[in-house]
């Protein structure tokens, strides 16, 4: 009876929006008061809490949330223990590789012994590393597009949605390293009762985008 789950989604972000819309629209009812950390559901036996994308993974894996909404990039970056139990189909994006604009391009090869800024460091280098292309990877965390026009690197690892930030860099798309939207990630230990309310919200889920197809 006093079994909950609690749900994690993005605070303020991309995901932000369409993560709160899904719960809405599954009927669940909340407050979401600006700053807001932690709100519980009125409606149904959920706890929201509001967390930078890149932690959400990890607590899931430790079961501090038992499910969260996040980029399929942000899940395979940091490489969790967690299951991805729904594609919900929005923040559709790809993370790409993008080099100079004047700089020809042939194919992956030309990337040998190359150095590449990027906040994805594991996703890319399996992906050099399946290519068997070595290549130097110069991790930053943010505003990764500046890196070739500042001498810091000779391309560039990061989220592409509509390319007009690699335009305005002098950039182009040379490689679609993986496509990536927001799934939800579960906890793989969750009771018996946090099943049945998983299955419940699922369910509901179902129906949403059954409505939208
Ligand atoms: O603060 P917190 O850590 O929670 O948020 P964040 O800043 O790390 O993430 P946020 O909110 O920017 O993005 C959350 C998720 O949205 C990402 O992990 C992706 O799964 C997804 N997403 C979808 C995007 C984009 N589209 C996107 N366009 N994430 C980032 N971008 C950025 C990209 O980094 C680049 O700088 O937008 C720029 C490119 O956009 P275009 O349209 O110019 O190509
Ligand atoms: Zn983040």
Do not use: W
């Amino acid at each position: 009876m006093s079994d909950i789950i609690r749900i994690a989604i993005q605070k303020s972000g991309r995901l932000s929006e369409d993560s709160l819309r899904l719960l809405k629209e599954c009927g669940i009812r909340f407050d979401n008061g600006a700053g807001k950390l932690k709100t519980t559901a009125t409606n149904f036996p959920a706890e929201i809490l509001f967390l930078r994308d890149d932690d959400i993974p990890g607590y899931v894996e430790d079961g501090v949330a038992h499910l969260g909404i996040v980029g399929q990039n942000v899940s395979e970056e940091t490489d969790r223990d967690v299951d991805t139990i729904y594609n919900l189909g929005f923040s559709k994006c790809r993370l790409s590789i993008g080099i100079p604009r004047a700089t020809g391009y042939q194919g992956i090869q030309d990337l040998q012994d190359k150095k590449i800024a990027t906040s994805y460091p594991r996703i890319l280098s399996k992906y050099l590393k399946s290519n068997g292309v070595n290549a130097e990877i110069h991790e930053i965390s943010g505003s990764v597009e500046i890196a070739p026009g500042i001498g810091l690197a000779d391309a560039i690892c990061d989220i592409v949605s509509s390319g007009s930030t690699l335009l305005s860099n002098g950039l182009k798309e040379v490689e679609v390293v993986m496509r990536s939207e927001a799934v939800m990630i579960a906890y793989k230990q969750m009771t018996e009762g946090q099943r049945a309310i998983l299955n419940q919200l699922i369910f509901r889920i179902d129906s949403v985008q059954a409505a939208k197809n």
